[in-house]
């Protein structure tokens, strides 16, 4: 068995795939770029301290700014000038953020990705070395997480877990930059995979593949198998890509409600991010560039394009109508005038109707067979509608993995999602009523000695 | 609590993003809306309304007529008077008028479907609040009124013949006068007997009431003991068939019964409540809880045989007393002699009164189907399934409260606090 199968989780559905126009379309680079707004940082605490002036002429894969705590070291995508330094806006997981952003202009013409020579070892040297040598390239953790990878493996590795996961599920419709990447450098992206399992010292390493998609991954099945990483073929039920849902059907282990999957001690790391650690370290190519999903019904032409960071998400789309999307349709945001970043894995312009406006809820109880966290989303909403904090505490409003089904399934178009979401964030923000008193000065709560 | 604005917009979008600007992840949406979904189950529902047209001739399609016209009308008044917006009111307000149609006889007088309408609409779901916040399944509620208000009109159509409810014979179906009937002598089972002559319908005793009369020997006629072998020399394998009086039981799986519009004809009750599980619209563990609840209780619920002259015999565990052949017919005779594959399959079912979760949705079927079938034997309360469908509607947000699944990441143990 080439492909090993595995295990289920209750809830979820069959989304529709949808990713018929560009599963077979190669990455290409895209055509004209004209302006780039570099964004310093992917979070708004991040901050880099710039190293070019305005009119200065840069070449590509020029460091431009250096980081400070907390942040990642950000690399001219193409050759230019800095015109300017200004604001972009990025997306984030709470939606739009503004970063300071480098301006260039006069732009040398995008280039395909260049197969490189390497000129590291890795294999030679010690894993703490190798730990060392992720830092400095401009890469940030997987997903839309803004910590700097070199942070992320120091945060992983002192945690001592014990699997790691490379997540190629990617099963949100549309969208096939993973899938793309992984048929057309399969082997970097194993031996990136490889390369960060030494480095965290973890003897289980997994990937994760749809199992429609197996066939084309035959290129990778000869460095998986000398890496000694293992290849799993799940089925595509959503939201299986979700960390925490990977992380049940591989180990059986369930994330705590409002931590992460490294608490149960599994490391999940998308494809890009090990496409790009193997570049950085081997081949001393710095992160600059990702692949991004064009589609979507209005959308000019489909496609997998391989785009610098900084390029305006609308000018993937130019001329399609609203709403143009940063992200998969599950869990994207609005795109506005954000730009290009490693967590842009797909531009959609769909054809979603105009939003309905949502009638009250009739107690179907779709939300709750299908929500992955078994989750009681229509008591959850009466909780919301009511203002009921401690209800919503006590129903496990911080268990949800903010996948976005109760929001699909409901009949009466609730943005139930959006609703459980920020009950999440208030209910982890506001403390119990236990934790408040403990943590109140003692004269406040009537025990104190005086 | 409110939605949270999305971040704001740059200050020259233009007006379309603006438009765009309630639209929230995901951006793909599944296609069923609330609408549809009243208007399937409305669907599933004309089934055992065009069965009961069938079987009952154009006084069953007026008592239809009039109560959907009845509930559109009173739902129309009611927000046209306290100026509340009617939110999904037209198609729910037609399924509540059909289900009431299927809880009413045929032969009731003109006035009862409205009055019953009125109270559906009104009372039971208009002053709770509209569609997903009424406690009790509204046409039920309508039903309950109408038992309670006019109790002759809805139990004696014929003054002269207590008990005795009319059915169309199997040659004047559809065209028949429902109104047009006469008792026949050797009764052998619908299918067997065309119309009397000079009339089109046949006056038939209810099942329930057969059933019933084992129990309390009002009439001698129903007595279970009259012909019960006693004494020491009983033949052996000759059972007291008292069950010898009901109609055949393929005429309840047909329909050929007196009854209530939509309750007799089982075939397509079911039918049509399997497409709703189909469609997802109904777990089909409800269903199923309730009846086998029904059928349990049924089994081991002793009752008590009355016959002539004060002569009672208890029967503990009905099911096996007299061999599982005639306790098997027994359970049947009771599950299709009432309504409670009408109620099983569509009052239970309405999403708004009954529990969310799956796991709540199998104690309340459990506790429907337990409670109609105590009702059914030991009280003489009209339509018991019904009103035990009610009576575990009330119990519908304790039931939520309780059952509550194991939120993903918490154990049992912390099921309580897994904030």
């Not at chain 1, 998609?213 to 998986?224: K, L």
């Not at chain 2, 089109?200 to 012909?227: H, R, V, Y």
């Not at chain 2, 072998?229 to 050929?256: C, E, F, H, M, R």
């Not at chain 2, 349990?296 to 565990?317: D, E, S």
Request: proline content about 9%; some cysteine; aromatic content about 8%.
């Amino acid at each position: 068995m080439i492909f090993r199968r595995y295990g289920q989780f209750t809830g979820g559905i069959d989304l529709p795939d949808e990713k018929d126009a560009t599963l077979e379309s190669p990455i290409v680079p895209w055509r004209r770029i004209e302006r780039l707004c570099v964004p310093l940082g992917r979070g708004a605490s991040a901050s880099a301290h710039l190293l070019v002036r305005p009119a200065q002429r840069v070449s590509a894969g020029e460091k431009i700014a250096a980081s400070d705590a907390g942040g990642a070291d950000v690399f001219a995508p193409l050759a230019g000038t800095v015109a300017s330094l200004t604001k972009a806006s990025v997306v984030t997981g709470e939606g739009l953020a503004s970063v300071p952003a480098v301006e260039l202009t006069d732009l040398s013409a995008p280039s395909p990705i260049m197969p490189l020579s390497p000129t590291f070892d890795w294999r030679s040297v010690s894993p703490q070395t190798l730990r060392g040598q992720i830092g400095g390239g401009g890469l940030t953790g997987p997903g839309s997480s803004p910590l700097p990878l070199e942070v992320w493996v120091r945060k992983a590795f002192g945690r001592k877990c014990r699997t790691l996961v490379l997540n190629a599920m990617e099963n949100q419709p549309y969208v096939t930059a993973d899938h793309r990447l992984l048929v057309e450098h399969g082997a970097e992206v194993i031996r990136g995979l490889a390369m960060l399992g030494t480095a965290l010292q973890i003897r289980s390493v997994l990937l994760a593949a749809d199992i429609r998609r197996i066939d084309d991954y035959r290129e990778i099945i000869g460095p998986a198998r000398m890496y000694g990483i293992e290849r799993i073929a799940l089925p595509h039920k959503y939201p299986i890509g979700l960390p925490p849902m990977l992380t049940k059907v591989l180990t059986r282990r369930e994330m705590p409600p409002g931590g992460s999957v490294m608490d149960v001690g599994v490391v999940i790391v998308d494809v890009s991010t090990c496409f790009a650690l193997y570049r950085w370290v081997v081949c001393g190519q710095p992160q600059t560039h990702r692949v991004a999903t064009v589609a979507g019904e209005r959308a000019p032409q489909c496609g997998n394009f391989w785009i610098p960071f900084g390029l305006a998400c609308r000018t993937l789309v130019a001329g399609a109508q609203e709403p143009i999307i940063c992200g998969g349709p599950m869990d994207a945001v609005r795109c506005g005038s954000a730009v290009a970043t490693a967590a842009t894995n797909a531009v959609l312009a769909l054809d979603a109707p105009l939003p309905a406006p949502p009638g009250p809820c009739i107690r179907c109880g779709w939300c709750t067979d299908h929500c992955p966290a078994r989750l009681n989303v229509a008591a959850l909403n009466d909780a919301f509608e009511l203002g009921l904090l401690q209800r919503a505490r006590r129903l496990g409003a911080r268990a949800c993995v903010e996948c976005g089904v109760c929001s699909y399934v409901c009949p009466a178009r609730l943005p139930l999602t959006a609703r459980v979401k920020q009950l999440k964030r208030t209910v982890g923000r506001v403390p119990t009523n236990r934790a408040a008193l403990a943590s109140m000065p003692k004269d406040q709560t009537g025990r104190g000695e005086s | 609590m409110t939605d949270r604005a999305e971040p704001s917009l740059d200050a020259a979008a233009p007006a379309e993003m603006r438009r765009f600007a309630a639209i929230r992840a995901p951006f793909v949406r599944a296609p069923e809306r609330a609408r549809t979904l009243f208007l399937v189950t409305l669907g599933a529902a004309c089934g055992p309304l065009l069965a009961g047209v069938a079987l009952f001739g154009y006084h069953a399609a007026m008592v239809a007529a009039l109560s959907v016209t009845g509930c559109i009308v009173a739902e129309q008044l009611y927000y046209r008077v306290t100026r509340a917006p009617a939110l999904l009111g037209r198609s729910h307000a037609c399924l509540t008028g059909v289900l009431l149609a299927l809880t009413l006889p045929a032969f009731v007088p003109w006035y009862v479907p409205l009055v019953a309408a009125a109270f559906a609409i009104i009372v039971a779901k208009a002053v709770f609040g509209g569609v997903g916040h009424f406690l009790w399944q509204p046409a039920l509620v309508g039903r309950l009124a109408v038992a309670v208000l006019f109790p002759v009109a809805l139990t004696m159509p014929f003054p002269s013949h207590r008990n005795a409810w009319p059915v169309l014979a199997r040659d004047k179906l559809l065209t028949g006068d429902v109104m047009n009937v006469r008792r026949v002598q050797n009764y052998k089972g619908w299918q067997k007997t065309p119309a009397p002559p000079g009339a089109d319908a046949l006056l038939l005793n209810q099942p329930t009431t057969i059933l019933n009369g084992l129990m309390k020997p009002a009439d001698p006629a129903f007595s279970a003991l009259a012909n019960l072998p006693s004494g020491p020399d009983v033949v052996p394998g000759a059972k007291p068939t008292a069950l010898s009086q009901l109609p055949p039981i393929s005429d309840l799986l047909y329909g050929g019964r007196p009854g209530s519009l939509g309750e007799t004809c089982a075939v397509v009750i079911v039918i049509a409540g399997l497409y709703l599980v189909y469609r997802n619209y109904v777990k089909w563990q409800l269903p199923l809880a309730f009846l086998a609840s029904a059928c349990c209780v049924l089994a081991i619920a002793p009752i008590c045989l009355a016959g002539p002259n004060q002569v009672t015999k208890t029967v503990w565990y009905p099911l096996v007393a007299e061999g599982l052949d005639v306790g098997f017919v027994y359970v049947s005779y009771q599950i299709l002699s009432c309504e409670l594959l009408l109620a099983a399959f569509f009052f239970a079912t309405e999403m708004t009164s009954r529990p969310v979760t799956t796991g709540g949705q199998v104690i309340f079927g459990l506790g429907c189907g337990a409670l109609a079938m105590l009702l059914k034997l030991y009280l003489d309360v009209p339509v018991p399934c019904f009103m035990a469908v009610l009576a575990m509607n009330t119990l519908t947000p304790a039931i939520d409260s309780i059952w509550r699944p194991r939120v993903f990441g918490c154990g049992w143990i912390r099921r309580r606090q897994p904030g």
